[in-house]
């Protein structure tokens, strides 16, 4: 397996990157100069975008997430737990989690079909 690394963005501030080394090992890189309360005061989210700069669409499944490209082809899987925190991607500072967003959103639960991205979530 070759190593990966998926960039986390807001527009076009990177806040951090996924990586998985060639044994599959996978973590997250924070950038810098993030501090918490930057962290914890950002309510958007993350979207993930491959080593090309082009965007991966997040899907979900029941134990899993999936980054997939535009043609359907899966670029990571990362195991989530029932909260939707990311359970194979440790850092000692946060948490990666899932975050539904769109305009149609109450809650947790869609009315209109949203999208899926990432946020951290400081430990």
């Not at 997250?28 to 914890?40: R, V």
């Not at 989530?80 to 305009?103: A, T, Y």
Request: hydrophobic share 35%; glycine share 10%.
């Amino acid at each position: 397996m070759a190593a990966k690394r998926i960039e986390l963005r807001a527009g076009d501030v990177l806040w951090g990157t996924l990586c998985v080394d060639q044994n599959g090992v996978k973590s997250l890189d924070l950038a810098s100069e993030l501090t918490e309360p930057q962290i914890d005061s950002y309510s958007g989210g993350l979207a993930p975008y491959n080593s090309d700069g082009e965007p991966l669409q997040i899907q979900q499944a029941v134990e899993y997430v999936y980054l997939n490209d535009r043609h359907g082809n899966t670029h990571l899987r990362l195991r989530m737990n029932s909260n939707g925190e990311i359970v194979d991607v440790q850092h000692p500072l946060v948490s990666l989690m899932i975050l539904l967003s769109g305009p149609g959103n109450v809650g947790s639960s869609s009315i209109q079909p949203g999208s899926l991205l990432f946020r951290f979530r400081w430990k």
